[in-house]
Each structure stands twice: as C-alpha cells, then as structure tokens.
C-alpha cells in the first residue's frame, strides 16, 4: 500500500487535538508544521503497515520519506516527548 504525504481526516484531527492539548499543558510544546506533518506521516504509517519501523514506512511511502530522515526527525526534533505522551493519552480518553 502506497502512503502520500497527504494524510487522513481522522489523523489530522488527531494532530490538531494533540497539539491543543500540549499547547494547555506547556505553552513551549506546540508543534510546528513540520512536525504536525512528520507526526500525522508516522501515525498513518502505523496503522498501514501495523508496526513501528522506518525502513517499512519508507517502503510504504514509495520512498517518498526515506527512512534515515524518518530517524532522524524522531531523535533530533524538539518534541518534548514526556508532555506528548501525557497529552496524547488525554486525547485519546
């Protein structure tokens, strides 16, 4: 299955609830655009492919997102993890 960078209504509402919950939590934790876009990719990535690996969401994408960047955003972003999980499980209840 081919995964675009476009992602789904029900993911991009996810970001956006997510990103409001941080934003109540921590000022500092809004997402940028580019975030919010490398977040909704994995989240869809995810539930494509059912499992957390880069090389297969690279494979999913057509290699429109090569694996290394993928990596790479997830260990040099400024996403303040600890408050993401806190919002996200906020979210999701």
């Known amino acids: 299955m081919f995964i675009s960078s476009e992602t789904l ?3 991009k509402n996810f970001i ?3 990103n409001e919950a941080l934003k109540e939590i921590d ?3 809004d997402l940028s ?3 919010k876009r490398w977040l909704g990719f994995c989240i869809l990535a ?3 492919t059912n499992s ?3 090389k297969r969401f ?10 290394a960047s ?3 955003m997830f260990r040099k972003s400024n996403i303040l993890w600890h408050i993401l999980l806190r919002a996200s499980v906020e979210v999701i209840l």
């Open 9 to 11: 209504p029900f993911v």
């Open 46 to 48: 995810i539930a494509v």
């Open 58 to 67: 690279e494979r999913a994408s057509l290699s429109g997102h090569l694996h």
């Open 33 to 35: 655009k580019t975030q």
């Open 52 to 54: 957390i690996c880069w």
């Open 27 to 29: 000022p500092r934790a």
């Open 16 to 18: 956006e609830s997510l």
């Open 70 to 72: 993928l990596s790479w």
